[in-house]
């Protein structure tokens, strides 16, 4: 059985800095590609950043760039999201997500797997 399962959610004034950590297993986690996703409340689920199966492919949405990094440790199995630079907008239930073989996905139909998320709460 595949479990994602995030972890480092918490509540941060603006200009902060949070990790989120997503530990996978049931799943040969070298053959994955890993993305974030994000919801905030009454809006629809949205691409942050993914992750190659290698760690060689990234790619961002354009509201993270510059403060956001995705990276991965297939040893440890498992997917980090650094976030510097907190803004209240970054506020949402963020979602860690996995696809076999995939690279640059950055819709969330491509994703076979997902955690449950972890709720991140920038403040002003």
């Known amino acids: 059985q595949v479990r994602l399962v995030e972890s480092g959610g918490a509540w941060v004034q603006a200009g902060g800095s949070l990790r989120l950590s997503c530990v996978a297993s049931?799943?040969?986690?070298?053959?994955?590609?890993l993305g974030w996703f994000r919801q905030a409340p009454g809006k629809e689920r949205e691409f942050v950043a993914t992750?190659?199966?290698?760690?060689?492919?990234?790619n961002y949405a354009d509201s993270v760039k510059g403060r956001f990094t995705i990276s991965r440790d297939n040893v440890e199995n498992t997917v980090y999201l650094r976030m510097n630079s907190l803004k209240p907008e970054d506020t949402a239930v963020y979602f860690c997500?996995?696809?076999?073989?995939?690279?640059?996905?950055?819709?969330?139909?491509?994703?076979?797997?997902w955690g449950q998320g972890t709720q991140v709460t920038v403040s002003s």
């Open positions: 997500a996995a696809a076999q073989y995939g690279m640059g996905y950055t819709q969330s139909v491509q994703y076979e797997y």
């Open positions: 049931g799943l040969t986690f070298s053959k994955f590609a």
């Open positions: 992750i190659s199966a290698t760690g060689i492919g990234i």
